[in-house]
């Protein structure tokens, strides 16, 4: 279940720069309140696991230019649980403390709530439950075997949930989202396989696959914390591929970790699935979730900053490959405060051993997957169809929903943005151009390799379940297919489907920009008037243009200069201009 209601809230216009206004900045060390004052928490976090751990000891002073390595000889502790965090569950759940599975005190804020949900009360006339296997957020899990029906004699996973931790009409709603993901989204060979659910006075119970390979976690630890750059791609291709599914359907896990992966069994070649929905929450592509969720270590930057999309699962992978071949953390601290302000302000190293005898496709691989910026993140798709990962196999991209939000955004554009677009895709190269021609295939060009924006909402259907429509992506899509647009050929759909914020990420990007702006002026830069590209930018006659616009075109000749051919290919930020 979820530790905070997934309140969502709109997010810019792709091509805008996103300000900061609506972001809520953590100050890690401020001083403590005056007496008297209620201190509001700043990190309503909780990361629980009854595992032990143990750790070596680290430098009293540790740089914050970058991250010291910190090798685990056992799993993960989590950051000790502070007086903020206990606060929060208790406004979310009751007064419940994690991993307790009696009753909390307090049930008079049981009354009124409703926990009724609908599943089947036949569990035990069904299911015999055997011993615990895990234990989780609000609930733990038990094996089970089917004493009728389709799985009879079968060995099951049952999580049990307490009614009796469900204090708050959002915990209650957590359990319903965790039981209508699991359902939707059943099927995928990485996932783990959901098959009923049940409900008696005192519990919930969640019927899924019993996977008896043990935690992603415990491969690391029996390896000594290091996979081979090959082992380690074997494990991303198969998060990738369960975490794109997941993204394509609008749904985003927001605890991502090796904890919660499962071999199917003790085979060096099992599958891996992914488990514990519990905090997931459904987004459509032009929306934010605000509240913080998910394990510490693992957590985004932009979670902390309390504005986030799918991009915070591509964050925890990128921590996820770290750990796979270095066998360490990328951010460490003895604290929370220490936790979440290495996440934001340190820089993951890549100097220490083994990273100088690492591959660099590897080393980009998670570099593009831990930058700070989410818009310059890779996404699950992109991953897949990175060189390290695909260089050595042959991997199937799957569709991407960026793209969907890319051609929105171009169309929508300027006659002159979607002209620098046009010459910024002249310069891909034919790694970055396979992704693109992966992306245009799946979209069911005709037999003149053209597509409709139609194409869009039929390529996203051949892919939809149930979830697609509880996160409303299948709303946005259609609503960008019935845009009065030409068709695309696969030039114009490389310009529309670039995003600019990801090829400034790379080291290349300068050369990109420079060998474009010098094909547009080429061909596309004329003399430009401020007045005109203000209306070919779509700004109002009120805006002082001239203070906004100046330094975008060139004395000499009148023409878009550098400066702006660069901005202009960002689109115009209406938050960076000054109010009339």
Not at 77 to 98: F, N, Y
Not at 146 to 167: F, Y
Not at 494 to 520: N, P
């Amino acid at each position: 279940m979820g530790l905070c209601h997934g309140k969502q809230i709109q997010s810019p216009e792709i091509g805008e720069e996103n300000g900061k206004e609506n972001h809520i900045v953590p100050d890690i060390e401020e001083p403590p309140p005056r007496s008297g004052i209620a201190k509001l928490p700043k990190f309503p976090f909780y990361s629980p696991s009854p595992l032990p751990g143990s750790y070596k000891s680290s430098p009293a002073n540790s740089s914050l230019n970058s991250s010291p390595l910190r090798f685990f000889k056992r799993p993960f502790p989590p950051p000790s649980p502070a007086k903020h965090i206990k606060a929060l569950l208790a406004r979310r759940h009751g007064p419940v403390k994690p991993n307790e599975v009696s009753i909390p005190e307090g049930c008079e804020v049981e009354l009124g709530l409703d926990k009724s949900f609908g599943f089947s009360k036949q569990f035990f006339s069904k299911y015999e439950l055997g011993e615990e296997v895990g234990r989780g957020h609000f609930g733990y899990t038990c094996s089970a075997k089917a004493k009728k029906g389709e799985l009879k004699g079968e060995e099951v996973a049952i999580k049990v949930i307490p009614k009796a931790k469900m204090t708050t009409a959002i915990a209650i709603e957590d359990v319903r989202r965790e039981v209508r993901i699991l359902s939707s989204l059943a099927g995928h060979k990485n996932l783990v396989q959901f098959y009923d659910a049940y409900e008696d006075e005192d519990n919930v119970y969640i019927v899924m696959e019993l996977c008896k390979g043990g935690e992603l976690l415990d491969r690391i630890l029996a390896r000594g914390g290091k996979y081979s750059e090959e082992d380690a791609k074997a494990v991303m291709v198969q998060i990738l591929n369960v975490v794109s599914f997941c993204h394509l359907q609008g749904v985003v896990h927001r605890d991502l970790k090796p904890e919660n992966f499962l071999f199917t069994s003790k085979d060096d070649k099992s599958t891996l699935k992914a488990i514990d929905f519990g905090l997931s929450d459904f987004v459509k592509p032009d929306e934010r979730l605000n509240d913080i969720v998910g394990s510490a270590y693992y957590v985004a930057p932009e979670v902390l900053h309390r504005c986030y999309g799918t991009e915070a699962d591509m964050w925890s992978i990128g921590v996820i490959a770290y750990i796979l071949l270095c066998g360490s953390r990328p951010f460490w601290a003895r604290t929370e405060s220490g936790i979440f302000r290495a996440v934001l302000k340190v820089e993951p190293s890549f100097d220490e051993a083994p990273w100088p005898s690492l591959s660099a496709e590897a080393k980009d691989f998670v570099k593009r997957l831990l930058n700070k910026d989410y818009r310059k993140r890779m996404t699950a798709s992109q991953a897949l169809s990175h060189p390290w990962i695909c260089g050595t196999q042959e991997v199937k991209i799957p569709l991407d929903i960026i793209v969907f939000k890319l051609i929105r955004a171009y169309i929508s554009s300027s006659s002159l943005r979607k002209s620098a677009l046009r010459a910024l895709a002249k310069t891909l190269t034919v790694t970055q151009l396979s992704y693109l021609r992966e992306q245009f295939g799946l979209l069911g060009p005709n037999k003149s390799g053209y597509i409709s924006l139609q194409n869009l909402k039929t390529a996203l259907l051949k892919n939809s379940t149930e979830a697609m429509k509880d996160s409303r992506v299948l709303d946005f899509v259609s609503l960008v297919s019935s845009l009065q647009y030409r068709k695309l050929d696969f030039e114009e759909f490389a310009a529309a489907a670039i995003s600019v914020y990801q090829m400034e990420a790379l080291d290349s990007w300068d050369q990109h920009a420079h060998r474009a702006y010098e094909l547009f002026d080429k061909d596309g830069n004329r003399p430009i008037m401020i007045e005109e590209l203000a209306s070919e930018l779509g700004l109002s006659p009120s805006v002082p243009v001239h203070v906004v616009l100046k330094d975008w075109i060139r004395h000499s000749d009148g023409k878009l200069s550098f400066l702006g051919f660069v901005k202009l290919l960002h689109g115009i930020s209406t938050r960076a201009i000054p109010k009339a």
